[in-house]
């Protein structure tokens, strides 16, 4: 299976966003990624739902959306009725994540648990089976355009280790620092979905960009 591409609006043209939607819908991009920050969880604050109702309007690939936010338990219905197809949610705020997980299965959209750099995947174990994907932070959470974290690598190898024994089929997918060169170690250590956001945005050519993310 070829590596999922899940480019970041976080870093696109918000004056011009539908113009940026549209070029990721003729891309080779498979998803796209909406970061929704509450200036709780994380220290800054992106753009909420009404934004991105405007995003699902035009958008023609599945909208992928990772919620740093310190509630997100009461937003759910909310994502599901302004688009998601995928729901990711923080572990480090779910003090009930089986429940959470369970009402975003019932709204019909895929569950993902994200993981910031210093939560061990280990403890997802006991889940795992729950989780349609796991994205893997390799960035601390809140802005775009950080350095990535080389640890990272090790994540990805010991939860692909950790998919294979519970034999489950959840995604890995990575997000922070990702460009052509992190992409190829962490598809090596067993990623299935990368998140590109200032690396696919700031390039001459994103289309092209997003296909070079795409043969790795």
Known sequence: MST???????????????RDIKML?????????????????????????PVMKAIHKHATKPLDVHLMIATPDNFID????????????????????????????????????AINPHTPVSLLKGILNEIDLVLIMSVNPGF????????????????????????????????????????????EAGADALVAGSFVFGSDNPAKTIQNLKNL
């Open 25 to 49: 819908n003729k891309s080779q991009a498979d998803w796209i990624h909406i970061d929704i920050m509450d200036g709780q969880f994380v220290p800054n604050i992106s753009f909420g739902l």
């Open 4 to 18: 999922i591409i899940s480019p970041s609006v976080l870093s696109a043209d918000f004056a011009n966003l539908e």
């Open 78 to 113: 909310d994502f599901k009725n302004a688009g998601a197809e995928i729901l990711t949610v923080h572990f480090e705020v779910c003090t009930h994540l089986h429940r959470t997980l369970q009402s975003i299965k019932d709204k019909g959209m895929k569950t993902g648990v």
């Open 144 to 187: 775009g355009g950080q350095k990535f974290i080389t640890d990272s690598i090790d994540k990805v190898k010991e939860l692909r280790s950790l998919i294979n024994e519970l034999n489950t089929k959840t995604l890995i997918e990575v997000d922070g620092g990702v460009n052509l060169e992190t992409g190829k170690q962490l598809v």
